[in-house]
């Protein structure tokens, strides 16, 4: 990371990176984007590439990371002003009287909330405001809001005007709110621009297949392995990369155990990978195991790649696949029929691998950040709208 990088980071009062502050003064309408961290996640990601295409648009973007940094702060575009609070635990005063601040300097259109523990911080620092700007909530995946406990319902309800969710079950019911919100299904996106197209189709041996996605129970690890046995059982020479964080590790030596008793090199764990849009296109065959999925990204990134895939019918992506991409899926937690459905697109002659990536870039192509960008927009000028006609 370079100097002016770091000089992004908030110490006390908002500090602006030297490459963005003409943007950010010539800049009309400002907005915040509000994360717990910049770990690398689906939510962080979202974050990350939204904040970014929005300075790309216009937008003055304040980004805050409300614990701590991580791998995806280098993705932060020149456009757009980073600020970590590094807040300490839920309530840290410090860390809610500097975004009060920023709030208070900014007077932005909206404060657009990722995850629920950036709800819970943002609300709390609105409470007491004379002027409130209104919250965009942004639901990636976690539990539904009736399995909520009360605390959150309370949080939600006085600040929330609009609640997006990545997947339709998250908004069964909406937030309850104090007043009127919108809702709306976005489903997730990614700058196409920063995945490789797959070139090659000579398939290797044995088979690379990719499983990219944090080591997390959700993603059901163990499943996939089982899969891997099972097709090495039945004569496919077949090896696994996971790549992703690991961040549960009773789950982590679980599958590590699992995967020594295939032998060496057969499944290997590479951990985070910051170049994954790079990597794929080296691949025969990109799997997804999950159990539950709000997304998932990792099967845009296949999509956009070329690269052909098998997965678990979970997720929204999922829900917008054709019927002749749909067909790569399977019903979650079935080790058996991951199996045979990989084994099935191994079989696939090198002319039929090359239509169906063909057409899974196309597929990709509607599941852009541009078109998430359209979405967000939208919704601020709604509500920037609403304010007018309230004044």
């Known amino acids: 990371m370079t100097a002016g990088g770091r000089a992004r980071l908030l110490a006390g009062r908002p500090v602006l990176h030297d490459r963005c502050v003409a943007a950010v003064e010539q800049s009309g309408r400002p907005v915040v984007q509000v994360v717990d961290s910049l770990r690398t996640g689906g939510t962080e990601r979202m974050a ?13 973007v304040h980004l805050v990371a409300t614990r701590e940094g ?56 609105l409470v007491g405001r004379r002027r409130v700007p209104p919250i965009v909530h942004h639901d990636h995946g976690a539990a539904r809001y009736r399995r909520r406990p009360r605390l959150f319902k309370l949080v939600a309800w006085p ?28 489903v997730n996106g990614i700058p196409l621009d920063r995945i ?19 080591l997390r129970q959700q993603k059901d690890p163990l499943g996939t392995i089982r899969a891997i046995e099972i097709l090495r059982d039945r004569g496919h020479q077949v090896t696994l ?8 590790p009773e789950l982590e030596a679980a599958c590590r155990e699992a995967a020594a ?45 070329g690269l052909p895939f098998v997965a678990t019918a979970v997720g929204e992506v999922v829900a917008e696949l054709p019927p002749d991409l749909a067909r790569w899926t ?25 239509a169906l990536s063909e057409r899974a ?30 004044r």
């Open 241 to 248: 990369d996971v790549i992703g964080a690991t961040p549960e």
């Open 330 to 354: 399977v019903p979650p937690s079935d080790p058996v029929g991951l199996a045979d459905r990989i084994g099935e697109a191994l079989a696939l002659g090198e002319a039929e691998r090359m």
């Open 361 to 390: 870039r196309e597929v990709a192509g509607g599941l852009s950040m541009d078109r998430v960008g359209d979405v967000v927009e939208g919704v601020y000028e709604r509500l920037a709208a609403a304010d007018r006609r309230a």
């Open 48 to 60: 990350v590439d939204l904040s970014n295409l929005l300075a790309d648009r216009g937008w003055q």
């Open 196 to 214: 490789a197209p797959k070139v090659e189709w000579d398939r290797s041996d044995p088979a690379r297949l990719v499983c990219v996605g944090n």
């Open 70 to 125: 991580g791998p995806l702060l280098d993705d932060v575009g020149p456009g757009v002003v980073l600020h970590q609070l590094a807040r300490r635990s839920r309530w840290d005063l410090d860390g809610l009287r500097r975004f009060r601040r920023l709030l208070a300097d900014l007077q932005p259109v909206a404060v657009h909330t990722h995850g629920w523990s950036s709800l819970q911080f943002a609300s709390a620092a």
């Open 159 to 186: 600040f929330v005007r609009a609640h997006l969710a990545v997947s339709r079950s998250l908004l069964d019911p909406p937030l309850v709110t104090r007043r009127p919100a919108f809702a709306e299904v976005v």
């Open 261 to 305: 008793r295939l032998g060496p090199d057969v499944i290997r764990f590479l951990g985070r990978q910051p170049d994954v849009g790079q990597r794929l296109r080296d691949y025969d065959l990109g799997v997804i195991g999950s159990r539950t999925e709000s997304g998932p990204i990792a099967l845009i990134e296949y999509l956009a790649a």
